[in-house]
Structure formats: structure tokens, C-alpha cells
């Protein structure tokens, strides 16, 4: 047993792994022949399963779109323009709210070329932007080369330009960029990019280690797992007040004391009975990070289909916990477990008995469970769901113990009755709130518009000041007793029920709902919106942010982010509209935001060398996601860094978390390293 425990603990610390640079497309590049002097340059973008690649034709404002450059043609000549057969997918999106198309699995893209000379070679990038259900990566560039051999076609002459001359025997000038050797295109607009590339140089030094001498992403790795472990363990307590699970008390004593006269013997057997409950919940956690997987599992956490499902088993739960039908296992299931532990003897009878809880509970903890292992593949740990079931077991596990233990401490239990019925009656009502969450999800992804802010707080108003109204005794249902008076318990619930329900209302008119940012669908959702208290930046461009910053003396906030990051909108909503963060922001930073899918072109490309590849930054979102990528290893948004006028971290970085303490914390302890730093 002790090994298999190890064992246990060594999965879920093996598992628990990051990487912050994100890759979700993956590019390959050949040569077609269609005839001697005819070709087909072949682009072939295979994508990860649960991202979309955008098509190359999108309205503006909204995301980048799949964009060819051909930066030096020789040999050869352009026939049309790049054109895909490839399934392209056409809806309209929520968060961009537009119509908008992309693809999904693999994109085949082709240019037809004309051969002018015996040889060719023709050399650019592709660009694209890539998102999930759940974020977007910046437009990423990755550069092309083919070259080739055939016949010049006849009567075709090549159409050369004077830029075009100019392009294939370029000057070249080279610049020091964060120890990266950039090439920069001579031109007119050469001192223009130099100047603002090299202004101070050592601003764009890497800072990585440094960065992660603090603590990378500030613990949030850490403190989700111990989220989802408490999370679990609420769930457990949850569970032992359900009709379900609270007739397995005595049960289980019984069946223990019965087995054995000798109380070292008894005591050793409830201790074990536990830890089987644990184990079994345990393994199956582990099971489903084994089939699913943790990119998969997080996938599915945020897959439209999934949610509808999802959606329709938690509303179903709900109409069951009002008393509508119940829903059990067969009957025959639980029989056969415990006939088999009463016929076995020792470890394997105890677990028989830990199964039987299993299957007896399910109806009751189904949903629980179902809820808890959704939210923990949602907040992106490979080890969640283990984490999540090993909170919920030790939570139900304890007091199956304690009492087999000290069965004395059974006659001063409540004994089960109407008392359970109102407990399931309120679980109906918690599964009816939560099931909005994941119907929100589908109704995002699909462009349905059903969900508005407004009507899903519109709901979640109703549903608590019933659940409210329910406790005081105002409505009952067909399997309720008569409540004769209310208790001192059910009075306090219902004053936080219905005081919920009134918290929530300003947020038909836009007020920020930061206790429900996490439930609740984006600020950008709702229609009529008087809230306009927002944190704007002081620069858009790094250089000039961080010379004002040296200036004034003031540390410095970047934050990375995105017109398409929907996550980003989110904290900016939820945490930043906060007054006291507002407050920090506002007076004690130089707040420096830097869109990574900015689309407005630089003065001229600059070919940089990056992990081995040579890239091309074409616009101002390319530049400030190669300063993401090279000054501080990230490549996801959002991304807060707190920086000192030099350009090195004074914190940890910070990514996408909805906690306003905790996100106050960061700010505050990065002002007090520069006054440190400073002194």
C-alpha cells in the first residue's frame, strides 16, 4: 500500500510541468510541378486540435489574417494570387463580434509560380494568428525559401520594377538587438527603425533568468493546484450533507464493528477503509488525465459541444434534486459490492465496501465531481484533476473514519429526514447556476447571442433570490416537509442568498461583478453598459515608455496584450476597474500596454534570428512579440512584467488570474523592490 501511495505521489509531481512559449501551428513549404515551366509553391499549416488557423480574408477590426509576403523573386514570376481548397469555416464570432472564417486540423495554400530563368528562388514569410476557445496567440511570421529547377516559359518576360531591383541586391546594414543579430533593409526609413530599435539598446536584453530568479508566473502553477485541492475538498464536505451519502454513515459503522471484537483491529480497518476512499477517487483522477490528457482535457474544459452536454446533465441533475425523479445506479451494481464484502475478508473486503459508497453516492456526487474535474482541466494543471479528486476523498474519507473509530460520537448526529431534502433542493439550485456557466461557453463559441451579460445575470439574480425565498420557507416542493419555523442556519443562508441576488443587480447596468467575473460572460457582451471607469495606458511604445519612465523615475508596467485577447479583456474588467489596483496603476506605474497583433507596418521589415530561424518583423504587433518572446521567454496573453528604468525585472510576471488581492500583491511588491533597488 505504502508503494502504491508513492507511486501516486510521484505521478502527480511528475505531471505538473509548463511551458510558457506556445506553438499551435506548424508550418511546412514544398515545390509542385505542374509542368517544366510551371510550379505550385505548396504552404501547409497542420494545426493543433482545438486551435483555428484565420483565413486571409478578414473585415477589419477584427483578428490578423493569414497574409503571404514575398520579399525576393528570381528566376520566376507570380501567377495570381495565393488561393486554398482547404475546408474553410465561416461563423460568426462573439468575442470579435463580426463574421469571421479560419480553419482547423491542416490548411494547404498555393502560389502559382512562372519560370523565367533555367533556376528560381524566392524567399518571404507567413504570416498568421492562431486561438482557441479560450485565448489567441500573437500573428507569428515564419519564413519560406524555395528553390528549384525547369524550363523558362515562353513569351513571358520578367516584370522587374526599380524597387524591385533594389530588393534583390539590397544594402544591408546589421544592428545588436537583445544580443540577437538583426538585419535591418536599407532605405530611407533605415535610421528611422535603427533609431528605434537601438535608442538604449540594453532595454531589450534578455531577462529571463532574472525573471525567473522571482518565481515564474508569479506561483499561479502552485496556488491552482492548491485552488482545485480545496475546491475538491469543499466538494467532499458538500457531499456528506447529501441523502445520498449521509445514510452511509451508520451504515458503514455497522458493517465495521460487526467484522471484529478487537479494537486495534477496528480502528486499523476504519483508518484503511479511508485511505481505500482515497485511492479510488485518486485513480480515477489519474485515469482521466491518462486517457484525455492535459492539453486535451483543457480542450475539451472549453469545447462548445462539451458545454452543451455538460449544460443539459447539470440541468437534468437540478430537476432531479427538486424532487422531479430520482436518478440511481442499478440496484443489482451495489447489491453484488456488498455481498462481496461480506464475503471477503481484510484489505480486499474494505475495498468492496469503499466501491459500494462509490456507486451508493453517485447520484448525489456525480455532479459534484462532474463540476469539480471541469473546472480543474479549465484552469490548465495536468495534475488537476487527481488534485481536485484527492481533495474531495480526504473531505468524505475523514468522517467515515472518525466515526468508525469513535462510534459513540453517531448519537449526536442529526437524523436524516426532511432536513436532507432541503439540502438537495439547494444543491438543484447551485447545479441550475452553474449550468449557465457552461451553456455560456457553447453560446460564445456559436455566436448565438442568447447569453448576453445581461440575461445571464438576469438568471442568476432569479435563481438566488428563489433559493433565498425557498429557505425562509416561501416555496416548497412536492417531497418538502412543512417547515414549522425557520432555523437559525437556513435564516443566515437565505439573508447571503438574497443579499447575493441584490450585489447583483447593478450589473444589468455594467457595474463590473468582480465577485462573478469568472462565471459570468465578458463586459464586451453587454449591451447597455454606464460603467466607464476604465485603466487606460500612458504608452503604446515600449522605447518611449521606459525613457519617460527614466525620466520621472517611476517603475515601469508592461503589459502585453492583444485587440483579440479575450482574456485580457477580462482582467481589465475584473481586476484592473478595482479601485485600489485603479489607484496603483494609475499614480505609482508607467503603464506600457503592447498589442502583439498590432497590424500597422513598420517602416521597413527587419530579419531577426530567432531559435535558430530567420524571421521577418513586418509589423508593430511582430515587434513587440519578438520583445515578448526574446527579453522575457513568453509568448501568451495576457503577460504582466513590472520592470525598473534599466529594463529589469523588479517581480515575478504575472499571467491571466482573477485575483484582485493577489494581483495587488504583485503591484505592491514590485513597487517596493525598485524603492529598494533605488536607494
Not at 297 to 323: E, K, M, Q, R
Not at 535 to 550: I, L, Q, R, S, W
Request: proline share 5%.
Amino acid at each position: 500500500m505504502k508503494k502504491l501511495f508513492s507511486l501516486l505521489f510521484l505521478l502527480c509531481l511528475s505531471i505538473a510541468s509548463h511551458a510558457q512559449i506556445i506553438e499551435a501551428v506548424h508550418w511546412s513549404f514544398s515545390v509542385r510541378d505542374i509542368s517544366d515551366s510551371e510550379k505550385e509553391l505548396v504552404f501547409t499549416a497542420k494545426i493543433d486540435d482545438g486551435w483555428h488557423l484565420y483565413g486571409m480574408h478578414l473585415p477589419e477590426g477584427g483578428p490578423a489574417a493569414t497574409s503571404f509576403s514575398f520579399d525576393d523573386i528570381q528566376g520566376a514570376i507570380l501567377d495570381g494570387g495565393v488561393t486554398s481548397a482547404s475546408h474553410l469555416i465561416k461563423k460568426y464570432d462573439k468575442q470579435f463580434e463580426m463574421e469571421l472564417n479560419w480553419y482547423e486540423k491542416q490548411a494547404v495554400f498555393v502560389q502559382k509560380i512562372k519560370l523565367t530563368s533555367p533556376a528560381f528562388s524566392i524567399t518571404g514569410g507567413v504570416t498568421s494568428m492562431s486561438c482557441n476557445d479560450q485565448s489567441c496567440l500573437p500573428p507569428m511570421t515564419e519564413e519560406f525559401t524555395f528553390t528549384g529547377k525547369g524550363v523558362p516559359a515562353l513569351k513571358v518576360k520578367p516584370e522587374t520594377t526599380e524597387k524591385e531591383d533594389i530588393k534583390q541586391e539590397p544594402e544591408q546594414k546589421f544592428v545588436v538587438m537583445a544580443d540577437t543579430l538583426v538585419q535591418v533593409q536599407s532605405g530611407i526609413a533605415d535610421t528611422v527603425a535603427t533609431q528605434a530599435v537601438v535608442s538604449d539598446e540594453s532595454l531589450w536584453t534578455p531577462v529571463v533568468e532574472e525573471l525567473n530568479a522571482f518565481g515564474e508566473n508569479n506561483g499561479t502553477a502552485e496556488r491552482s493546484l492548491l485552488i482545485i485541492f480545496l475546491l475538491g475538498f469543499g466538494g467532499g464536505l458538500l457531499a456528506l450533507l447529501t441523502p445520498c451519502v449521509w445514510p452511509m454513515i451508520p451504515m458503514t459503522v455497522s458493517f465495521f464493528l460487526k467484522r471484529t471484537k478487537d479494537r486495534k483491529k477496528s480502528i486499523r480497518d476504519a483508518i484503511m477503509y479511508g485511505i481505500a476512499i482515497i485511492v479510488i477517487y485518486v485513480i480515477l483522477g489519474l485515469i482521466i488525465t491518462a486517457i484525455f490528457g492535459a492539453s486535451a482535457l483543457n480542450n475539451l474544459a472549453t469545447n462548445a459541444i462539451f458545454n452543451i452536454i455538460f449544460f443539459a446533465l447539470l440541468v437534468l441533475f437540478a430537476i432531479s434534486f427538486f424532487g422531479a425523479f430520482e436518478l440511481t445506479l442499478p440496484a443489482s451494481w451495489t447489491t453484488k459490492l456488498d455481498s462481496k464484502a461480506d464475503a471477503t475478508t481484510g484489505l480486499l473486503s474494505i475495498s468492496f465496501m469503499a466501491f459500494t459508497l462509490v456507486l451508493v453516492s453517485f447520484s448525489c456526487t456525480g455532479p459534484i465531481i462532474g463540476t469539480l474535474l471541469v473546472q480543474a482541466a479549465s484552469m490548465g494543471e495536468i495534475a488537476g484533476p487527481a488534485i481536485g479528486m484527492l481533495g474531495f476523498a480526504v473531505a468524505l474519507s475523514i468522517p467515515f473514519s472518525l466515526f468508525a473509530i469513535f462510534p459513540s460520537m453517531l448519537k449526536s448526529m442529526p437524523k436524516s429526514g426532511g432536513w436532507l431534502n432541503s439540502v438537495k433542493v439547494v444543491l438543484g439550485f447551485l447545479e441550475l447556476a452553474l449550468a449557465l456557466k457552461f451553456l455560456s461557453v457553447a453560446d460564445l463559441a456559436y455566436g448565438w447571442r442568447i447569453l448576453d451579460r445581461e440575461v445571464f445575470v438576469t438568471l442568476w439574480i432569479i435563481i438566488f433570490a428563489l433559493l433565498g425565498f425557498y429557505l425562509l420557507g416561501k416555496i416548497r416542493f412536492s417531497h418538502d416537509s412543512d417547515v414549522k419555523y425557520v432555523s437559525v442556519p437556513r435564516l443566515f443562508m437565505a439573508i447571503v442568498s438574497l443579499a447575493f441576488a441584490i450585489y447583483m443587480i447593478p450589473g444589468l447596468w455594467g457595474a463590473p461583478l468582480k465577485a462573478i467575473s469568472a462565471f459570468a460572460p465578458p463586459l464586451n457582451t453587454q449591451d447597455f453598459n454606464l460603467y466607464k471607469d476604465e485603466v487606460h495606458a500612458k504608452f503604446t511604445d515600449y522605447d518611449e515608455g521606459m525613457a519617460y519612465a527614466k525620466k520621472v523615475n517611476k517603475p515601469v508596467m508592461i503589459d502585453f496584450s492583444g485587440f483579440g485577447c479575450v482574456n485580457c479583456r477580462k482582467m481589465e474588467a475584473a481586476v484592473w476597474t478595482d479601485p485600489a489596483v485603479k489607484s496603483v496603476i494609475d499614480n505609482d506605474y508607467v503603464l506600457i500596454t503592447l498589442m502583439v497583433d498590432d497590424k500597422t507596418p513598420l517602416p521597413e521589415p527587419m530579419r531577426i534570428e530567432e531559435y535558430g530561424k530567420t524571421r521577418t518583423l513586418r509589423t508593430v504587433g511582430d515587434r513587440w512579440s519578438y520583445l515578448q518572446r526574446s527579453k522575457f521567454g513568453a509568448n501568451a496573453q495576457p503577460f504582466y512584467v513590472l520592470l525598473d528604468t534599466d529594463g529589469y525585472p523588479v517581480a515575478p510576471s504575472y499571467s491571466y488570474n482573477e485575483d484582485v488581492p493577489a494581483y495587488l500583491d504583485f503591484l505592491k511588491g514590485g513597487i517596493e523592490t525598485f524603492k529598494n533597488k533605488t536607494k
